[in-house]
């Protein structure tokens, strides 16, 4: 098979995944869709990276074992999985089609002027705020301004204060994107628990989590720049309109239609892909689908995570058994363990999807529905520590790449005690919400 066959084959097999996660769930549905996920992965083993190929290899080992051993564990292993790929790939198409608008060049070219406090927010809730509907493509896009501001003035404070920017930024959004993977995923597991109450909290927490990180940054010397407020506002208000109205649309999917929060995500990211790419259409431009060939890392990496997640998590509540609970006194302790437990994985290389699925599938089904937040929040506040202060995170690896600023150094000189600080707050914060809402 030639290259360019090989990357349509790639292509079409991860929108065929996409199409089975909109589909109802039915099991021989989320099975097909998951088959063609792995086989489009296993097409490109060669351009996966050593974590990918170990995750791919773990993933094929435990689908032959619990196809032998408990083949109905197969089935919800693989709905997760289908779920979460349908979610990744409608993410990346969203990214990919409003990376051809040129509001975000502007956006992202405005970012980088005035004084060092001013430009440092704006790169971070500039990025946190392009992180909604770009997810890593927030990364990309401003990393690779912050690798030209490297290239064309060297090494300076403001280009590592506007990468901390970045990563922080990009970090933040497991707790406030309506539409983040940590939030879908503490949704799912957490049936009952409304995005807006989840969100009522992890919001101002992640807005004061944005703030503070200037505390955690070096001195600089201003820079002058064009501060020209009024060309950006249009931009910014047609990037935020897409943005309120997928959600809109996804509180009105999952509220009146009853669809699963990662489903009504999905649906409502297409439908605005869809009319993007109409309106695209409609001003004459040449209208066609991306190329999901290049997804392979990331569908192997978050779905794969996704499926071993589960499995274990089903696992472990079988060797538990269905009378397990935990003491009143074990509620708030778990919750303040949580976001801690989160940054030690992230520390030994494990994606935040397996430690969600794990915390959320095993601890949700015992956890008091009335408290359902605390675990929550625990769960997505630990997931953004993990995906800021940890050298193995996909952002961080993914800045190092475009900066040439070790992940190391980022984890642990630039952000360990922001890290620590908030491990702690959010940690408590979820341990006195689980106590107060207790029954």
């Not at 406030?176 to 995005?195: A, D, E, K, N, R």
């Amino acid at each position: 098979m030639s290259t360019a066959a090989r990357l349509r084959w790639r292509s079409g097999l991860t929108y065929a995944a996409l199409v089975a996660g909109l589909l109802p769930a039915w099991p021989a549905v989320n099975l097909a869709g998951t088959a063609a996920a792995l086989v489009a992965v296993t097409l490109a083993w060669g351009e996966l990276r050593m974590v990918a190929r170990g995750l791919l290899t773990l993933v094929l080992l435990s689908l032959l074992a619990a196809l032998l051993v408990a083949p109905h564990s197969l089935v919800l292993a693989a709905t997760a999985m289908i779920r979460l790929t349908a979610l990744i790939v409608i993410m990346m198409l969203l990214a990919a089609v409003l990376g051809r608008s040129p509001d975000l060049k502007r956006i992202s070219a405005g970012l980088f002027s005035g004084r060092p406090l001013p430009r440092y927010y704006s790169i971070t809730f500039g990025t946190a705020f392009l992180s909604v509907p770009l997810n890593f493509g927030s990364v990309g896009l401003i990393g690779s301004m912050v690798d030209q501001q490297v290239r064309s003035h060297g090494d300076s404070a403001m280009a590592r204060n506007a990468a901390r920017g970045v990563l922080r930024g990009y970090g933040a959004s497991p707790m406030f994107s309506p539409l983040s993977i940590s939030v879908v995923t503490t949704l799912t597991y957490l049936v009952g628990l409304h995005s807006w109450e989840l969100l009522a909290i992890s919001v101002p927490l992640a807005m004061i989590y944005l703030a503070s990180g200037a505390l955690f940054r070096e001195a600089e010397k201003p820079v002058g720049g064009d501060d020209r407020k009024d060309s950006m506002l249009m931009p910014w208000l047609r990037f935020g309109a897409v943005v309120t109205a997928i959600w809109m649309v996804t509180l009105l999917f999952n509220g009146l239609l009853d669809l699963r929060y990662s489903k009504a995500v999905t649906l409502s990211c297409l439908i605005a892909v869809i009319l993007l790419m109409v309106r695209e259409r409609w001003r004459g431009e040449r209208v066609s689908l991306p190329t999901m060939a290049s997804l392979a890392n990331e569908v192997v990496i978050m779905g794969g995570s996704s499926f071993l997640g589960a499995l274990i998590s089903l696992l472990v509540l079988h060797s538990l058994g269905e009378a397990f609970s935990l003491p009143d006194w074990g509620y708030p302790l778990v919750a303040f363990v949580v976001p801690f437990l989160f940054f030690g994985g992230g520390q030994l290389g494990l994606n935040p999807i397996i430690m969600g699925t794990l915390a959320g599938g095993v601890m949700g089904p015992v956890w008091p529905p009335e408290a359902y937040v605390g675990l929550g929040l625990a769960i997505v506040s630990g997931w953004a520590q993990c995906a800021t202060g940890t050298p193995y995170s996909a952002n961080s690896l993914l800045m190092e790449r475009l900066t040439g600023y070790d992940a190391r150094v980022a984890a642990f000189r630039w952000n360990l005690g922001l890290s620590a600080c908030w491990l702690v707050l959010s940690g408590g914060l979820a341990a006195l919400l689980t106590v107060v809402l207790m029954p």
